[in-house]
């Protein structure tokens, strides 16, 4: 069965994980994403989900008649299995501040916001850098680095060079050029671009000169761009760090990533019986004084089609 965020908090009865899931719905990554909670937990040591990606699609053509039939082809699907990453943050507080400190802030409430913003973040940080066989312990799920890694017709390499004023002016189109490249190489539009805020700030730049600057705080709360039918989005900082969920590296070199969002592309995945996101409130009719909160969210990432991913490698934006 497959949900979108804004369904889910449609259909939410509590009133706290309600909010949560607003707070998620703040990233137009989740957001934007259909889920599909099919995942099984298997023996209760992991959620595991299965799904066929087609790697050679079958072929056509003409035949006359009376004359030869065609031959039989088949697509050729690869069975990917995935599993799901458990991310959350816990933190404690005591009874008395809870009870009264209310002049600035609900002390719980503004918890729990932290705590999910954090798990928001740690989620995209999964979805680009996530890697199950090197850190198993870690239970984390592959994300699009891994993928694309795979998969290099997916990968536009070409350098070009944006790391100042000068440079920007001279190559702004380049980039233009390299992501209509991009796009011809998926089934569809990208549903969004992703890279991190020194990237957005170099695009913001780009789409000053290109004259099609299009803004958007309404839904998200921070600025989102349009391009075309594309929403272009920074990703922050891996959660508890300052370092961006999409490196730059030392050379000032940086990446893109194309996504395009649906079933038959790239889609979140959650478990069968709706335990997505939770939020678990400290108990203070405990006897200890300081309890224990926490916010929760299990989920992966399905990528269904080779052509839903496509990532620009080479962006010089740091001189």
């Known amino acids: 069965m497959a949900f979108t965020l804004a369904s889910a908090q449609a259909l939410s ?4 994980t309600k909010y949560v899931i607003d707070e998620f719905r703040k990233s137009a990554l ?4 259909v889920w599909d909670n099919n995942a099984k937990s298997q023996g209760g040591a992991s959620f595991t989900y299965s799904y066929n990606r087609i790697q050679t699609l079958p072929t056509a053509g003409v035949r006359t008649i009376g004359g030869a039939d065609y031959d039989p082809t088949e697509p050729v699907p690869e069975q990917i299995t995935t599993t799901l990453a458990i991310m959350g943050g816990a933190f404690d507080i005591d009874r008395a501040l809870a009870a009264n400190e209310h002049e600035v802030v609900d002390l719980v409430d503004f918890l729990v916001q932290q705590k999910a913003q954090a798990t928001v973040a740690e989620y995209a940080n999964q ?3 996530g890697n199950a066989a090197q850190n198993p312990a870690l239970g984390e799920f592959d994300g699009l680095i891994r993928f694309v890694a795979g998969n290099q017709n997916q990968v536009i390499d070409t ?3 944006l790391n100042s004023n000068a440079n920007i002016t001279s190559n702004w189109n380049q980039l233009l050029d ?3 490249q991009a796009r011809a190489r998926m089934d569809k539009a990208p549903t969004l671009w992703l890279m991190n805020q020194d990237m957005y700030a170099v695009w913001q730049s780009v789409m ?3 004259g099609i ?3 958007s705080k309404q839904e998200y709360g921070y600025e989102v761009s349009q391009w075309g039918p594309s929403l272009v989005m920074a990703l922050g900082d891996i959660p508890g760090s300052s370092n961006p969920i999409i490196a730059t590296s030392d050379l000032g070199v940086t990446s893109m990533y194309g996504i395009y969002a ?3 592309g790239v889609h979140g995945i959650a478990p069968d019986n709706g335990s997505f996101v939770k939020t678990y409130l400290p108990n203070f009719q405990n006897a200890a004084a300081v309890q224990r909160g926490a916010v929760e969210m299990i989920a992966g990432l399905a990528i269904k089609s080779l052509r839903s991913v496509v990532c620009l490698n080479n962006i010089d934006i740091i001189a």
């Open 262 to 264: 649906g079933l038959d």
């Open 13 to 16: 009865q509590n009133k706290l």
């Open 127 to 129: 979805f680009i850098n």
């Open 213 to 215: 600057n299009v803004l």
């Open 178 to 180: 390299l992501m209509r």
């Open 159 to 161: 350098a070009v060079t």
């Open 30 to 33: 989740i957001d934007k994403l």
């Open 208 to 210: 000053d000169r290109a």
